[in-house]
């Protein structure tokens, strides 16, 4: 099974930037890759999700001309660029991986978690003064 492993989250104050990685130990060029968050007492929410071939993206509302997926096949890394944090972008962000799906808005909109592929451990942002 693939293990997805984040990396890069911290404290960040309003209106700063963070980078966020997604690393797997084995090549996950065949998945297409998403990025979820879960704020304390929220659900889970699809953020940004990027096609196994790279030439397709989705982003959430909330985040669109903020956030910016992307992936580097060399590294087997994800990444997910966030500018001009919010405090309301405070939550746990997770990575996680579907093998081959076409369709990315479905993946970013899944409620049904489990379904999908793998997932990581996931890394916390806060954004505060």
């Known amino acids: 099974q693939l293990r997805l492993v984040e990396s890069g989250g911290g404290l960040v104050q309003p209106g700063g930037s963070l980078r966020l990685s997604c690393t797997a130990p084995?090549?996950?060029?065949?998945?297409?890759i998403g990025w979820f968050r879960q704020a304390p007492g929220k659900e889970r929410e699809g953020v940004a999700c990027?096609?196994?071939?790279?030439?397709?993206?989705y982003y959430t509302t909330s985040v669109k001309g903020r956030d910016t997926i992307s992936r580097d096949y060399a590294k087997n890394t994800a990444y997910l660029e966030m500018e001009n944090l919010k405090p309301e972008d405070t939550a746990i962000y997770l990575c996680?991986?579907?093998?081959?799906?076409?369709?990315?808005?479905?993946?970013?909109?899944?409620?049904?978690?489990?379904?999908?592929?793998?997932w990581g451990q996931g890394t916390q942002v806060t954004v505060a003064s």
């Open positions: 990027i096609s196994w071939r790279g030439d397709n993206t």
């Open positions: 084995t090549s996950f060029s065949r998945y297409a």
């Open positions: 996680t991986a579907e093998e081959r799906i076409t369709n990315i808005r479905d993946m970013c909109e899944t409620t049904a978690f489990h379904v999908l592929d793998a």
